[in-house]
């Protein structure tokens, strides 16, 4: 049965999921936005645990346990920096994504929570980044073990309206 797709307008440390994805930077020792708000509630027992894991490249992900999120863990995915579309941060987005759920599917992971991944500070635009995490989503729907819900946290409304706007669609 493939994975029912949701989108929700929430702060993303608060959800009882299985993972939530953290949109982290290669340190994966904490940041700003969602990285930071992450890693606060978390407390410090997360960022001991990141520095065994020796940073992660763009792209990427790895896997901790949640802490003191209400997450039983967080799946560290570090999204590219926009450089105006010709840098291959759209490979680099939907390889963000697809690694967050071969974790989830490794791990049997029931229900993961993606962030709008590299839409803040790391400056890609929201639409076409909603749409790369849309279609990849979509195209590993029927990986084996994939999670039976996955959700689009977004912080902001007009985020959440570019996310319903494309999961109508489908």
Same mark, same amino acid.
């Given at each position: ?5 949701? #989108?929700?307008?929430?702060? *993303? ?12 930077? $290669? ?7 969602? @990285? =930071?708000?992450?890693?606060? *509630?978390? /407390? ?6 990141? !520095?065994?894991? /020796? ?5 990427? #992900?790895? *896997?901790?346990? /949640? &802490?003191?999120?209400?997450?039983? &863990?967080?799946? &560290? #995915?570090?999204?590219?920096?926009? !450089?105006?579309?010709? &840098?291959?941060?759209? %490979?680099?987005? #939907? ?33 076409? %980044?909603? !749409? ?7 195209? +590993?729907? +029927? ?15 007009? @985020? ?7 999961? =109508? $669609? !489908?």
């Amino acid at each position: 049965m493939p994975a029912r797709i949701d #989108a929700c307008h929430a702060d *993303i440390t608060t959800l009882a999921v299985d993972a939530i994805v953290n949109a982290a930077n $290669s340190s994966l020792l904490g940041g700003g936005g969602v @990285d =930071g708000a992450i890693h606060r *509630i978390a /407390g410090p027992a997360l960022v001991a645990e990141c !520095r065994l894991l /020796g940073g992660c490249e763009t792209g990427d #992900a790895k *896997i901790t346990g /949640g &802490h003191r999120l209400p997450a039983r &863990h967080v799946i &560290h #995915a570090v999204g590219p920096v926009w !450089r105006g579309g010709g &840098h291959d941060e759209a %490979a680099l987005l #939907a390889s963000c994504y697809r690694r967050s759920l071969q974790l989830a599917c490794t791990h049997r992971l029931r229900s993961i929570a993606f962030p709008c991944i590299s839409t803040g500070i790391f400056g890609f635009p929201a639409e076409p %980044a909603a !749409r790369i995490a849309v279609d990849t989503v979509l195209g +590993e729907q +029927e990986r084996d073990g994939m999670p039976d819900l996955v959700l689009f946290c977004c912080f902001s409304a007009g @985020d959440l309206a570019i996310y319903q706007r494309m999961l =109508g $669609s !489908r």
